[in-house]
């Protein structure tokens, strides 16, 4: 329930930088999403704000105050851990209460029953209370870390992959009560992911780690429609953006002797990067489409995902099932939606303005 | 047939436990002495024993060693492993001195105790009288003599409980603590709640095995005191000695060792049964813990 400021924070393993001058800033009761691959930072930054790790250098705040000295214990923040870190000689149900126990909480024993009930049943625990961690599986550890980390009011939750290792049904269906939960709670949240429509699907607002660093930190529509550079472009969306390098000055973009004519561009530009749904695949010859072949294909529902080499490239396209049966080895036609491209310059920065 | 194979460690383990075992407790009936031949007076010996102050005051005292020694060695082993295992520099160095006691034979730790704690030519005394205090008859007065032996036997051996806890805390996940810390407990509920109960099974390994050996106590006490004075410091095992090997008693000291046998199997059984109903109940990472604790020899070989 408190507004974060994340201010230049550096955290060094040895002469690893781990995290380097890292600046965030969110209001409180936002739920903020760190979305990177692994090893991106996404767990140290949690860390550091719940000063499980020492910061190296840099400033936090909550609500304008800075927490740089206040230890672990004095700072009320909630976590689950990626590795769940239950306590393996309680049951779930002395697992839960210890949180609302701590020295100074003084919460009355028919709220703390109450609240112990509420995260049990929306995380479908509620049958496991008495159990120790040792006879529950992965997915039910997992659950009860989290309800850990969400049973008591704090200023900031942080929570480190917390749905990861849950089966794909309670996955979905999570990812909406736990948006719905702290939004009730007002409860600042800070969220780890590697996977972009998990990010999206929850967050208020992505912060895209890469090396350490916030490389763009926005609502997940303007992070996936106007991704900051090339590497923010590739992490989100699946399959990744497909991304053209550019000869110097060239106007049009040419590809198995064939070519299509470029929109206007400005100068510095060196990549073009489009979504694999906005390539259109063709099973026969069309106009002002290049050649390619298929390479692979894979359903999946009422989608199909195909890779394609045209060219030195592979490209990736999205596109109902409905739009064709594909097989290895067929030749195919693609047609680029100029109106959706990305451009990036030469150092891989996006160009702002419109191209179309 | 292929049994047979397991024939050579059979014999071995027989000859030299099962065989003087037997001979013990044959020996333990009669009233042979040293020199001479016994004849067998049934349980004699043993009913002789229930009415021998000497042999009533070393029982006691055997059991007191045990429960202040062993109480007292856990206690400032885990405080040491506790200390060592927050420290952040110099971790390997101070593990090793505090090793140190263990790895000196308990016949120079008793000449070397007996040495600081004479009380006209020893160093303790000399720096009392130096401070203007009164020499304290460390060795020579009952009381004193036994919480003399206390102490240096506990010298010695916290290192081997600090070995054991220390391991133990070792084995220990990290990230509970973490999560204990992130959830607003103290230090001390973090301890209480949680280092504790997740070193048992470390904690009651070390307390058993260091239990068996104290029961057996007998190198310190015989290079300090001999037992004295009058007896007020004496074991079973030394008391045994000195019934069988010097006054030449052979029966009667025989009784003492079977008392003694019967003592530590009793009380070594009873405090398994807890081990077993504490595993039971205890986590499977605990267990995993203790077993992998009593798989590894131990570092070093017991006295």
């Not at chain 1, 000295?69 to 049951?91: C, D, K, Q």
């Not at chain 1, 195909?306 to 047609?335: D, Y």
């Not at chain 2, 030394?238 to 010097?246: A, C, I, K």
Request: glycine share 8%; net charge neutral.
């Amino acid at each position: 329930m408190s507004s974060v400021k994340l201010e230049a924070l550096t955290k060094k393993y040895g002469d690893n930088l781990a995290i380097s001058n890292l600046n965030l800033e969110c209001q409180q009761g936002e739920f903020i999403v760190l979305l990177g691959r692994p090893g991106a930072g996404k767990s140290t930054t949690l860390k550091l704000i719940a000063n499980i790790e020492e910061l190296s250098s840099g400033n936090i705040y909550f609500n304008d105050q800075l927490i740089n000295n206040i230890p672990t214990e004095n700072r009320n923040v909630a976590m689950a851990f990626e590795s769940y870190a239950l306590y393996p000689h309680w049951t779930v149900r002395k697992n839960l209460e210890f949180p609302l126990k701590a020295p100074g909480r003084n919460i009355p024993a028919a709220e703390q029953e109450a609240r112990i009930r509420r995260v049990a049943e929306l995380l479908e625990i509620a049958h496991l209370l008495d159990r120790k961690p040792s006879q529950l599986s992965g997915g039910q550890r997992q659950r009860v870390s989290l309800g850990r980390a969400l049973v008591r009011p704090a200023s900031v939750t942080l929570l480190d992959e917390p749905i990861a290792h849950l089966d794909a049904r309670l996955r979905h269906s999570l990812r909406g009560e736990l948006k719905q939960y702290q939004r009730e709670q007002n409860a600042t949240t800070f969220y780890t992911t590697p996977d972009y429509v998990e990010a999206t699907a929850i967050a208020d607002k992505i912060a895209v780690l890469i090396d350490g660093q916030v490389r763009q930190f926005a609502t997940p529509e303007v992070v996936y429609d106007e991704p900051a550079d090339i590497e923010v472009a590739t992490i989100v969306g699946d399959p990744k953006m497909n991304i053209l390098p550019l000869a110097p000055g060239a106007t049009r973009l040419e590809i198995n002797e064939a070519w299509l004519q470029l929109p206007p561009l400005p100068p510095e530009a060196g990549y073009i990067g489009i979504r694999p749904v906005n390539i259109q695949i063709f099973e026969n010859a069309h106009p002002y489409a290049i050649r390619g072949t298929v390479y692979v294909t894979e359903p999946m529902g009422y989608e199909q995902v195909i890779r394609v080499e045209a060219g030195e490239q592979l490209l990736n396209i999205k596109t109902l099932l409905t739009t064709g049966t594909f097989s290895i080895g067929q030749t195919v036609w693609l047609q680029p939606d100029w109106t959706t491209i990305h451009v990036f310059d030469r150092s891989g920065q996006r160009l702002k303005g419109g191209f179309h | 047939m292929k049994h047979l194979l397991i024939a050579p460690p059979l014999l071995f383990f027989f000859a030299i436990s099962v065989i003087p075992l037997l001979f013990t407790l044959g020996l333990s009936v009669t009233n042979t002495s040293i020199g001479g031949s016994g004849s067998f007076i049934g349980l004699n010996n043993y009913a002789q024993l229930f009415s021998d102050q000497f042999f009533l005051r070393g029982f006691l005292n055997t059991i007191l060693y045990v429960v202040l020694g062993v109480t007292a060695q856990y206690w400032l082993g885990l405080g040491l492993a506790l200390l060592v295992n927050s420290m952040v520099h110099g971790k390997r160095l101070i593990r090793l001195l505090i090793l140190l006691p263990m790895m000196i034979p308990p016949l120079i730790v008793g000449f070397v105790w007996q040495t600081l704690l004479d009380s006209r030519y020893g160093p303790v005394a000399g720096l009392f009288t130096g401070l203007h205090l009164k020499p304290v008859p460390w060795l020579t007065d009952p009381t004193l003599g036994f919480v003399s032996i206390v102490i240096v036997d506990t010298w010695q051996w916290t290192p081997f409980m600090f070995l054991l806890l220390f391991t133990g805390l070792r084995t220990l996940p990290k990230e509970p603590f973490e999560a204990a810390r992130v959830d607003g407990a103290s230090s001390w509920r973090i301890f209480w709640d949680h280092t504790f109960p997740m070193l048992l099974p470390a904690s009651i390994a070390a307390i058993l095995l260091r239990s068996i050996e104290s029961f057996k106590l007998f190198d310190i006490v015989f290079f300090i005191t001999g037992g004295g004075p009058g007896g007020a410091t004496n074991t079973l095992t030394l008391l045994g000695y000195f019934t069988s090997l010097r006054s030449g008693n052979l029966g009667y000291g025989a009784a003492m060792s079977i008392i003694l046998l019967l003592t530590v199997v009793v009380l070594a059984t009873l405090i398994l049964i807890v081990v077993r109903r504490l595993m039971a109940r205890a986590d499977k990472a605990g267990q995993q813990a203790l077993d992998q604790f009593l798989a590894e020899p131990l570092p070093v070989k017991v006295a």
